[in-house]
């Protein structure tokens, strides 16, 4: 099992990146796949998950209507982010679990840097 992020990098307020992580060793139709970031001297946490069985997706509250996440096909999830704000800076990282709900992931990325700033 593989996971392996990549579209991060250097944007400024109010631009848009899109991330993505194709996955190998399994495809994602019986998994929940989720983007989780870091901040410097935070915890991480969740940004937005998709249920494979269902499509059903959530997001945390300072995300919502500005980053969109989806399964492209059995092997690539994607993070569309728009309208970035400094505070978006962190490392992302794409997780994924065996689960029809469980989005705390069993598997993880090696994380890819988004910075925002002018």
């Known amino acids: 099992v593989q996971l392996v992020e990549s579209g991060g990098g250097l944007v400024q307020p109010g631009g848009s990146l899109r991330l993505t992580c194709a996955v190998s060793?399994?495809?994602?139709?019986?998994?929940?796949m989720s983007w989780h970031r870091q901040a410097p001297g935070k915890e991480r946490e969740l940004v937005a998950y998709?249920?494979?069985?269902?499509?059903?997706t959530q997001y945390t509250d300072s995300v919502r209507d500005r980053f969109y996440i989806s399964r492209d096909n059995g092997t690539i999830t994607t993070l569309q982010m728009n309208s970035l704000k400094p505070e978006d800076t962190a490392v992302y990282y794409c997780?994924?679990?065996?689960?029809?709900?469980?989005?705390?992931?069993?598997?993880w990325g090696q994380g890819t840097q988004v910075t925002v700033s002018a």
């Open positions: 998709v249920i494979g069985v269902s499509g059903k």
């Open positions: 060793g399994f495809t994602t139709e019986k998994y929940v």
């Open positions: 997780g994924a679990r065996h689960s029809s709900h469980n989005y705390t992931p069993a598997h």
